[in-house]
């Protein structure tokens, strides 16, 4: 199955800032997918992310937050825009797997707005 | 829109003892997963279910799927520590995972 790379693991932010999550995946693969887990809860699909084309938002998030950017079909980057301590989440990034492995998920990266 | 539940969602057991995760789904979903996940930590692959009467075992941990019923089960046999974990099903549609809550597990010594 894939490998993801993702980056930074942790960073604590100050509010109004933004901050770039990266991630690399060691083959290409069509669609990643950003994931947010809110302390102690479950993980909400934030955004698809095809190379070639804007991103497709799940309900609940917009583009001007949360701006992705998807050069070729091994990286991807979300960006957390103006952050405010509500933001404090992980965010995964995955890819679907070869088929019938599921998704793969990257380690994560612990945000800490403060 | 796909809704998962999962029950219960805090289990502390005794080790040596057995024990089932519920996950219940509201619409149809092309595939049913299984994931675990440790502190701090990403999520882990266990079991991908892909049809109606589906049996997947690793080690301690088997899953089923009965997409007439919309339920798929995670049994635990004979318990150890190493499985204390949180462990989320998520069902998938159009390449979209939806979670449920994960069920917390402690396995008591």
């Known amino acids: 199955s894939a490998v993801i790379s993702q980056k930074p693991s942790r960073d604590i932010c100050q509010r109004g800032t933004s901050l770039t999550i990266q991630c690399q995946v060691d083959?290409?693969?069509?669609?990643m997918f950003w994931y947010r887990q809110q302390p102690g809860q479950s993980l909400t699909l934030i955004a698809t992310?095809?190379?070639?084309?804007?991103?497709?938002?799940e309900s609940g998030f917009v583009i001007d937050k949360f701006p992705i950017s998807r050069p070729n079909l091994t990286f991807s980057t979300l960006t957390v825009s103006n952050m405010s301590p509500e933001d404090s989440s992980i965010y995964l990034c995955?890819?679907?797997?070869?088929?019938?492995?599921?998704?793969?998920f990257g380690s994560g990266t612990r945000l800490t707005v403060v | 829109e796909l809704k998962v539940e999962q029950n219960p969602l805090f289990l502390s057991m005794q080790e040596g003892k057995n024990y089932t995760i519920y996950c219940n789904y509201s619409?149809?979903?092309?595939?049913l997963y299984w994931y675990r996940q440790d502190p701090g930590k990403s999520l882990e692959s266990l079991f991908v279910?892909?049809?109606?009467?589906a049996v997947k075992q690793e080690g301690r941990l088997m899953a089923s799927l009965d997409t007439k019923a919309r339920l798929s089960t995670l049994h635990i046999t004979a318990a150890v520590h190493d499985l204390s974990a949180t462990y989320f099903c998520?069902?998938?549609?159009?390449?979209?995972?939806?979670f449920g809550k994960g069920t917390l597990l402690t396995v008591n010594p």
């Open positions: 995955s890819v679907e797997s070869e088929r019938n492995y599921g998704y793969t």
């Open positions: 083959s290409q693969v069509t669609m």
């Open positions: 992310a095809n190379q070639g084309s804007e991103a497709t938002y």
């Open positions: 619409t149809t979903s092309d595939r």
């Open positions: 279910l892909l049809s109606n009467g």
């Open positions: 998520a069902g998938g549609s159009n390449y979209k995972l939806t």
